[in-house]
């Protein structure tokens, strides 16, 4: 149990584009999902912490209008990476953690983005 | 002072023996703390949490925390080949809260 994906698993866009990426729980309710970022050789580094129904609250200095983040469901959360750039490739992790379950959370396979 | 510093290694140990990693941590009010691993390329898995002074183990792992001096290890009795990985501590913000702090991990490289 506690499975989470995320979709896709890895892109290549042009710079300007936007670039969705879905997180899904698929056997567990998430009232909490996470987005994080990682940049090689770095540790993974909070962007915003997302509850269904309400708005993302989003880490000092991650900009809110380029990352939009919306958690629809209990299920899913997605993350929109608008006008990317190159200096936006980065590993784009999320985690999920479950309402009955506190102080744990469940991380996705991870979105390898890479922006041309 | 960053707020969860780990050795960046890498720390080589032969098969068999006790790989030992360290992770020391800024905020006082911490309250959990985690180790997950990450192999490369892939996402975190959780290998076990603690919330207590003292040891806790799970097979072949073992957390210590000594909240005291704002440290946590891990130690991974008969390593194996398999367990070379960057093993990361998080640690929750004060307040409980259900955020993590991520240190930039220590490569471990299990030798066979």
């Known amino acids: 149990g506690a499975v989470v994906s995320q979709h896709p698993s890895r892109v290549i866009c042009k710079s300007g584009t936007s670039v969705k990426i879905e997180c899904r729980s698929l056997d567990f309710q998430a009232t909490t999902m996470f987005w994080y970022r990682q940049f090689p050789k770095q540790s993974l580094m909070l962007m915003a912490t997302s509850n269904e129904g309400s708005k993302a609250t989003y880490e000092q200095g991650v900009e809110k209008d380029k990352f939009l983040i919306n958690h629809a469901s209990l299920t899913l959360s997605t993350l929109t990476v608008t006008s990317a750039h190159p200096e936006d490739s980065s590993f784009y992790i999320c985690?999920?953690?479950?309402?009955?379950?506190?102080?744990?959370?469940?991380f996705g396979p991870g979105t390898r983005l890479t922006v041309l | 002072q960053k707020e969860v510093e780990q050795n960046s290694g890498p720390l080589s140990v032969p098969e068999g023996a006790i790989a030992s990693l360290n992770c020391t941590y800024s905020d006082r009010g911490s309250q959990s703390f985690f180790w997950y691993r990450q192999y490369s390329g892939k996402s975190p898995e959780l290998i076990m949490f603690i919330y207590s002074n003292g040891d806790k183990e799970d097979g072949r792992f073992t957390a210590q925390l000594n909240k005291a001096s704002q440290y946590v290890s891990l130690l991974i009795r008969d390593s194996q080949p398999s367990d070379s990985a960057t093993y990361l501590c998080?640690?929750?913000?004060?307040?409980?809260?259900?955020?993590?702090?991520f240190g930039k991990g220590t490569k471990l490289t299990v030798n066979p």
């Open positions: 998080a640690v929750n913000r004060q307040g409980g809260s259900e955020k993590l702090v």
């Open positions: 985690s999920a953690r479950p309402w009955a379950i506190e102080n744990e959370q469940f």
